[in-house]
Structure formats: structure tokens, C-alpha cells
């Protein structure tokens, strides 16, 4: 039994709590043997909830938890108030050593806070970015950072190169991952003071494969593994490239239905496009961890449902057993005694 990885998942957290995070954690214990989970939240409903589903009983444990941090509250005030709140309880039980991860569809800055407050971060770690994975023509990239921290310096973004790096080569197997700086041009001249600056300490990053700017443009064609940039700009990527995304299936789809011949001509393409599109699909990949803590906090979507909550069950079992913390905190600490 010593290889369980056990995930503590917050029952009570995003759009479709508690039905959506019961059921995709459900999913997840059934699929795999490896795996215990505590459903962190309100019993009694949490309870209702699991009476659904068929699970095995010995690898999955209710933790009641009587509060709920909602998603308009005032991060830190939450944190530090309701602190029998699914949330806090959920991240306690990593610090506690209990469990190895923490999945929420809950409040992005409650989780961003408490991650950096409760588990804490590994010494020598700066800042702690939030890292979630985007399809590209290639298959996916790690953008990095994507909404925890919006006033980076040059220091952080080249952790943020780093931890991803660690990242891509040993949860995605992404082997010497290609590592870019978004910018407005390719030219190493080009940007703001942040990315100029940067820009030749990642030139000298040995233990990292840089590979130069990259334009936005060029992010969904898979240029580089690893996207590096501080937390606006990323939140901006990743927001427009949700919302074109679903623009363009809604736009395939209506033009499929158009005409009698595009209705047959969709039903032949059908199958094809199906899993094409499948491939875009953010859900596939899981939430985004917050890389730089003692312990795995994984953020999936507040309109997130099953699948996707059990596809980011899924990646804490890869990210435990590559002990990814741990090569983090290897890669920084050489960093620190390099300097």
C-alpha cells in the first residue's frame, strides 16, 4: 500500500459542487488502483452525493468541513476566517503529510493564497506560478505563468523556466523541452523592460533549452514546450485562446448545419472531427498546478465537470510518483549555491 498517492479533493468547490467534484473523483478511484481520495466538504451532501456511484469504500473518505469559501470572498480574509472551510481543511491535509495533492474548482485567488500560505513554498522558491497545460498543433505546451503572479521580475521568470522544464520532461515525457519567452517579437531587442532584461539570463540558463522569443501567433503551433512569461500577459493567452477556441466549434458546427449537403457532408466527417477537436480540448489535460510548493496544488476551472476533475486526479498520481516537488526543489537549491 505504500505507493497510493493520495488526493485530497474539495468537494465543495466551483460552479457544479458538489455533484461535478464527487463524480469526477468517483471516476478517478474506480480507474485506478493506486489512488485514495478525501472528499473534503459538507457531509450530509457530500454523503448524498456518493450514494450514486459504486467506488471502492476503502480507498475513498468523507472529511467534513462545515464552511465554504465562495468565489467572490476576499482571498486572505477566507483563508484566515473559515477555517473549517472544504478548502482550507483540503490544503491542511497536505501540509499535514496526509495527502500528496489538492484539487478545487473552487476560488483561483483562495487556492493561490492558501497553496502559498498553508502548504507552503520550497525554500529558494521565489514565487509560486500557476502552470496550465494548452493544445497546441504539437500536442500541448505549459504556459507558465497564468494568473498568480502579475509584477514578475527576471529572477522569477527564470524559475518559472526551470519548474516548468522539470515539469514537461517528467510528467509529460517531454524530453530537453523547448523553452520560449513570449513576447512581441522574435528579435532579442524587442519588448518591455521585463523581457529584455530576461532575455539574456535565459541565454545562460545550462541546465534548460531555450530557444528565443516566441510571438503569441506562434503558441498554437507548438514552437516551444514551455511558455514562459508573468502571470497578465499568460492570463490574457490563455482567456483568448479559451474563448476562439469555442468561438470556432460553435462557427464549425453551425456551418455544418447550414445546408442539407453540409448535414451529410458533416455526418461522413464526423468521427474525424470529433477526435480532432477532442485534442483541443482543455478538460483533456486537467487543472493547472501551482509549481514552487512543499506539496501538489492543482486549480482546474470553475466551470469545470467530471472529466476534467478526474483528469487532474490523474495528474497528481504522475506528479507524486515523478516526485516532480522534489526535482523542483534540486533544480533551485543548485541554483541558488551556482549564484
Known amino acids: 500500500m505504500s505507493d497510493i498517492v493520495k488526493v485530497a479533493v474539495d468537494a465543495m468547490g466551483g460552479d457544479y459542487a458538489p455533484e461535478e467534484p464527487v463524480k469526477g473523483a468517483v471516476e478517478a478511484v474506480n480507474a485506478k488502483e493506486n489512488l485514495f481520495i478525501y472528499l473534503v466538504g459538507q457531509e450530509s451532501i457530500v454523503k448524498k452525493e456518493l450514494a450514486k456511484y459504486s467506488y471502492p469504500a476503502d480507498r475513498m473518505e468523507i472529511v467534513p468541513a462545515s464552511e465554504v469559501i465562495e468565489t467572490g470572498e476576499p482571498p486572505v480574509q477566507a483563508i484566515q476566517k473559515k477555517k473549517d472551510s472544504s478548502l482550507v481543511k483540503a490544503l491542511r491535509l497536505v501540509r499535514q503529510g496526509e495527502a500528496s495533492a489538492f484539487v478545487s474548482c473552487g476560488s483561483t485567488g483562495a487556492v493561490l493564497v492558501g497553496g502559498q500560505v498553508l502548504v507552503g513554498k520550497i525554500k529558494g522558491v521565489e514565487r509560486a506560478p500557476l502552470a496550465p497545460l494548452i493544445p497546441t498543433a504539437e500536442g500541448?505546451?505549459?504556459?507558465?505563468?497564468?494568473?498568480?503572479?502579475?509584477?514578475?521580475?527576471?529572477?522569477?521568470?527564470?524559475?518559472?523556466?526551470?519548474?516548468g522544464s522539470v515539469y514537461m520532461e517528467n510528467v509529460m515525457g517531454v524530453k530537453n523541452p523547448r523553452v520560449g519567452l513570449v513576447n512581441i517579437g522574435v528579435e532579442e531587442e524587442k519588448g518591455n523592460a521585463l523581457v529584455k532584461e530576461t532575455y539574456p539570463l535565459l541565454k545562460e540558463c545550462k541546465d534548460i533549452?531555450?530557444?528565443?522569443?516566441?510571438?503569441?501567433?506562434?503558441?498554437?503551433?507548438?514552437?516551444?514546450?514551455?511558455?514562459?512569461?508573468?502571470?497578465?500577459?499568460?492570463?490574457?493567452?490563455?482567456?483568448?485562446?479559451?474563448?476562439?477556441?469555442?468561438?470556432?466549434?460553435?462557427?464549425?458546427?453551425?456551418?455544418?448545419?447550414?445546408?442539407?449537403?453540409?448535414?451529410?457532408?458533416a455526418l461522413l466527417v464526423k468521427p474525424a472531427l470529433k477526435e480532432t477537436l477532442k485534442a483541443f480540448d482543455a478538460s483533456e489535460y486537467g487543472g493547472a498546478p501551482l509549481l514552487g510548493l512543499k506539496g501538489l496544488v492543482v486549480k482546474s476551472h470553475g466551470s469545470s465537470k467530471a472529466n476534467e476533475i478526474r483528469n487532474s486526479i490523474f495528474q497528481c498520481i504522475t506528479f507524486t510518483q515523478e516526485d516532480i516537488c522534489g526535482k523542483i526543489k534540486e533544480h533551485i537549491t543548485t541554483e541558488k549555491q551556482g549564484e
Open 140 to 163: 500541448v505546451s505549459l504556459l507558465i505563468d497564468c494568473g498568480a503572479n502579475v509584477d514578475a521580475r527576471p529572477s522569477h521568470l527564470i524559475q518559472f523556466a526551470k519548474m
Open 209 to 265: 533549452n531555450f530557444v528565443g522569443n516566441v510571438e503569441a501567433r506562434d503558441i498554437p503551433k507548438g514552437v516551444c514546450d514551455v511558455i514562459v512569461c508573468e502571470a497578465f500577459v499568460g492570463n490574457v493567452i490563455l482567456k483568448l485562446y479559451e474563448g476562439v477556441g469555442a468561438t470556432l466549434i460553435k462557427k464549425i458546427k453551425g456551418g455544418m448545419m447550414s445546408s442539407l449537403r453540409s448535414k451529410i457532408g
